[in-house]
Every structure is written in C-alpha cells, then in structure tokens.
C-alpha cells in the first residue's frame, strides 16, 4: 500500500485510524502492529521506541536505521519517526479530539531587557529543556518551540485515552520543573494553558518539499489565547479539557477557582479552572 495513490477520503481515514490508535503497520509495512512490536523487542538495545519498540542504538538501532529508515522522531526523541514517515507517504490529515498544552514565558520582554543577549538566550533553551522533557516524557509530541512559547499535543494514539490528564498533569509538572511554589520564586515566569478539543492533525507543506505535521483549527487558537492570558504561575485549563481530565482519573484540585475569560474572537465568555504550582 505505500507509495499507492490514494482519494483523499482514504487518506483520511488512514490519518484517522493512525491518530486514534497510534497503528501504522498496515499502512507502511507487511507486518500487523503486534508482529512488529514483538520482533523489535528482540533486537538490541535501548533507547527505543514506546510505542512500537524500535531500537535506536547498538546492532539493532543500525539495521532498523538502514533497512527501514527508522530512527528518534523530532516530535518527541522517546518515539521514532513512523509519524515523519507516515506525512511523507499520506499526505494530509483527519479531524480528532486531543489535548493541547502551551507554555508561555511571562514578561519575556521585560526579562530581555535587563539580560545581555547571550544571558537571556541560555535562560530560554533552560525553558525549552524543562519543558520538553516533560512533553516527552508524557507521551506528547512537541509540535512547537517558538520565541517563548513551547506547544505540545496529547494524541489518544500515542499518549492514550487519559490524554486530557497527561496533559494537566504536564502543566503541573511544568510550574513545578520552573520554580513556581518555592518560597525563592521561579527562575523563570511560565503561564499555561490546557485545552482539550477537535483539531485537524496532519501533514502541511509543499509536494515533495518539508513537510510539518501539525495541528490547526479554533481549539488550537483557544489553547493559545488561554496560555496568553494564565499569569505567572497559572495554568488556565478550559472546561473541556476539566472535565475530561477528572472523568474517572480521580484527579485533586477541589475548589480550583472557577474564572470567566473574554477570548479574543468569542463572543461568549470562556469559563476555565484555575490551577497552581503547590
């Protein structure tokens, strides 16, 4: 099937199969996702991909690198790079319900101003680090690091059904891996916003040119516009993506302070939840 020219309803079923369950096999490859996992379990060593078990070092990450074109993704370095190869090969994308988190440096402006260029450059990749470690080790892809702001998106295929909770769970981890709570202050003011909802996931860019997969539509924008407006220390998480988080999780936060938002483009106002670093 690979390399098969495809209408765009199928390629968009492909995308959404893919999405939901994280299985390509049968679209890039002979064998089922169980015969593939097993096999790569055999080869040596670790690192390797959790959701599919493909090695990235030693004899095993070598022969999948040259036999398969397999390697660490640059969504997320804990994953390979089936979903780079997937956009290459399936063109476009399908709508689907993920979360989507953005962290965003309070005051950036203010804090370039009092730092020599060099300074405040080491402080933003210090950003980029804490935060990425923790998208990755959430199973999230890293869709974004722009200026100072990092975008990660939670896909039921790859970070799983509880995907509204990882992703509140990784704002949290977020305040906290930044200082936020400790009696010093951060070492960098982070607002975040958490929102969960239906978005187009796919691959954009030119024919037989780069290709990005990323996410667009109007919960994209109100994950954005809630990250603008979090304070130092807040994360903003929209009712959708509270109710999904606390659907069964036993996630705590009594009480978050409940708050009204005027988003730019709505008409209505926004309610979200307020949450803090402990």
């Known amino acids: 099937m690979p390399g098969e020219r495809l209408d765009q309803k199928t390629i968009e079923q492909i995308w959404h199969d893919y999405l939901t369950t994280g299985n390509s096999m049968r679209y890039l490859g002979p064998l089922n996702y169980r015969e593939f996992r097993t096999l790569m379990r055999w080869l040596p060593k670790n690192p390797r991909c959790r959701i599919c078990n493909t090695p990235f070092s030693g004899i095993g990450g070598t022969l999948v690198k040259v ?7 640059v969504l997320n370095p804990s994953m390979c790079n089936i979903c780079e190869k997937f956009a290459r090969e399936y063109r ?21 101003e009092g730092m020599a260029p060099i300074e405040f450059s080491h402080l933003i990749d210090r950003f980029y680090r804490a935060v990425t470690d923790i998208l990755i080790e959430s199973n999230a892809w890293i869709e974004k690091l722009i200026g100072d702001e990092v975008t990660g998106l939670f896909i039921p295929g790859f970070a799983g059904p509880q995907h509204a909770r990882l992703a509140v769970e990784a704002a949290q981890a977020i305040l906290q891996a930044t200082g936020h709570g400790r009696l010093e202050g951060p070492w960098i003011p982070v607002g975040v916003g958490v929102h969960t909802g239906t978005a187009y996931v796919g691959a954009v860019g030119k024919e037989g040119g780069m290709t990005d997969i990323t996410a667009l539509g109007d919960a994209v924008n109100t994950a ?9 220390g807040e994360i903003l ?22 708050r009204q938002l005027q988003l730019k483009g709505r008409s209505e106002p926004v309610e979200v939840r307020v949450l803090r670093a402990a």
């Open 67 to 73: 036999a398969l074109g397999r390697e660490s993704s």
């Open 92 to 112: 476009g994308g399908a709508e689907v319900e993920i979360s989507m988190l953005f962290a965003d440096v309070r005051g950036s402006t203010t804090l370039a």
């Open 224 to 232: 954005a516009r809630l990250a603008a407006n979090a304070g130092p």
């Open 237 to 258: 998480v929209s009712e959708q993506a509270w109710n999904a988080a606390r659907l069964g999780s036993g996630l705590g936060a009594e009480g978050a302070e409940v």
